[in-house]
């Protein structure tokens, strides 16, 4: 193929996102960049829809709504169909069912690209770029002969230890042991040892580890990975997935970040005034993702540290799902006196706002905002490096503790309020639920608010995320590289 001809082609991508908020966001962000650095790539994104009992779906359309009304060139959007029946929800199997809900759309990915490659005029297809939990699809780009990449929304070091478990299970036949809560093991990506009570608990099953084995093997048969991450921030893990030949190449992308805010309401005029007249650094942001709430016992100690803490603060409450929507995501409360000790909304009318839903990229942008009590969500922990804003970990569910352990332990980028704490309910119903005190919030709150050397170490982060992705910097070149291998693929 000649320059002329390479000049007029255009390679088409097609991105199939995980039905998560936080996983389209991400995914789009990369798409943008795509399309952004090379005007030969056009993207159709395959949107799956979320079980109708999941309670998420709203907040996806919602979202991809707004996108689709923005017009973003060369990115086109197709929600593909459900089935009328879908697999039966089994509460003792959430990954099967997971799994079968995402296999059940690939009819409709093979119908989507048979199309797409049968309209006249139409580019090459270069490549499948699929979430890191819809990995069954790398079967379908097989049938059309159309190389994988998966994009891994989370980090470098949680993608080693997921292949190295899955090294240990299937190559060494080790039982590998994830749930004795004392252990550590030795992990390459990792450069200290990994406490088994971090592992998510969705391994610490065996339907669940089962199926993370299953992600891994498929992982392998990737032509490549995408990571949401930076050289700078993963020096060690980059490197050691870089020199392991048994893994597909891994491109480092990131940090993508939506900084023009995702879905949900801007932020109150009056919380906005409120921040703007309190000093720099001196608010405490309190906020757990969009899947993130306590029940009124653990809202009442949070209360109690905040106002005992005496450190001005911005709280994101949310009402927890209702028994008649378990599987439903957090909602805003017409009046959160419901749930806060008698009196605090008026002990700390001049201290602290308590919202709802809050706008996290507006308030970690914010000159007020000096701490971020995070759950620990690797998009969020991305934004607050982004932002020069140091965290206090408080993990929820998913991978976010070992986020937490690679932030606190690992990095030093972060102080530690429970980093084991773990809301899974759904992979271990039988499991206590652990209310974190309020002397153990208020202790991380003090921490977080007076250690000047993370402090320190998060600003200079902060400069090293944003070298990254700037021409010339490590993420902008692998990028660059990637892009030329989907070029290639169509040459």
């Known amino acids: 193929m000649n320059q002329k001809e390479m000049a007029n082609t255009v390679a088409e991508l097609v991105f199939i996102p995980a039905p998560g908020v936080g996983h389209i966001m991400s995914t789009i962000e990369i798409a943008k960049l795509l399309v952004n650095r ?85 580019g090459r297809v270069a490549g499948f770029v699929i979430d890191m939990f819809c990995t069954a699809m790398i079967d379908v780009a097989n049938e059309f002969n159309i190389p994988t990449y998966v994009f891994f929304t989370s980090n470098a070091a949680f993608l080693g230890f997921k292949l190295y478990i899955q090294t240990l299970c299937d190559d060494q036949n080790k039982d590998v042991e994830l749930s004795n809560s004392d252990a550590t093991i030795p992990v390459p990506s990792f450069v200290k040892p990994v406490p088994t009570k971090v592992i998510p608990s969705i391994m610490q099953a065996r339907e669940g580890l089962d199926f993370a084995l299953w992600v891994a093997r498929k992982l392998r048969k990737a032509k490549a990975i995408m990571v949401n991450t930076f050289l700078e921030l993963e020096t060690h893990a980059v490197e050691s997935l870089s020199s392991d030949s048994s893994i597909p190449p891994v491109y480092m992308v990131g940090p ?4 023009e805010g995702g879905a949900g309401k801007p932020l109150d005029d009056d919380v906005l005034q409120w921040l703007d007249s309190q000093p720099p650094s001196s608010v405490v942001f309190l906020c757990f993702g969009s899947m993130g709430s306590f029940e009124k016992v653990q809202v009442s100690e949070i209360a ?75 998009n969020s922990m991305l934004e607050s490096l982004w932002f020069g804003v140091p965290s206090a970990t408080w993990p929820i569910y998913a991978e976010q503790q070992m986020n937490a352990f690679e932030m ?42 007076a250690d000047d050397t993370i402090r320190t170490k998060v600003k200079e982060m902060s400069e090293k995320s944003r070298a990254a992705v700037m021409e010339g910097g490590s993420s902008y070149a692998s990028v660059g590289r990637l892009i030329q291998d989907f070029i290639r693929n169509i040459s």
């Not at 799956?48 to 709203?58: E, H, L, R, T, V």
């Not at 993508?256 to 900084?259: A, D, I, P, S």
């Not at 929507?325 to 009318?349: I, K, M, Q």
Request: hydrophobic share 40%; with cysteine.
């Open 38 to 122: 090379d005007q030969q790539l056009s993207i159709t994104v395959l949107v799956i829809k979320p079980p109708p009992s999941s309670g998420s779906g709203s907040a996806i359309t919602t979202y991809i709504d707004s996108l689709a009304n923005k017009s973003i060139d060369r990115i086109c959007f197709i929600e593909l169909p459900q089935d009328e029946n879908l697999p039966i929800r089994d509460p003792k199997a959430p990954t099967t069912f997971f799994n079968e809900f995402i296999n059940s759309h690939c009819k409709y990915v093979r119908n989507v690209v048979t199309d797409m490659m049968s309209q006249p005029g139409s």
């Open 408 to 449: 606190v332990v690992e990095l030093g980028l972060a102080v530690d309020i429970k980093m084991d704490y773990k809301k899974d309910m759904a992979f271990n119903p039988k499991a206590e639920i652990v209310i974190v005190t309020a002397d153990e919030i208020e202790d991380g709150i003090q921490r977080l608010m």
């Open 256 to 259: 993508l970040l939506n900084l």
């Open 304 to 378: 109690h540290a905040l106002e005992r803490s005496g450190h001005r603060f911005v709280w994101s409450l949310r009402r927890p799902p209702t028994k008649e929507t378990p599987t439903g995501n957090p909602s805003d409360y017409e009046d959160p006196r419901v749930v806060l000790p008698e009196g605090f909304l008026e002990r700390t009318a001049g201290i602290g706002k308590v919202i709802g839903w809050a706008p996290q990229v507006t308030l970690l942008a914010h000159h007020a905002i000096g701490g971020f009590v995070s759950h620990c969500g690797w």
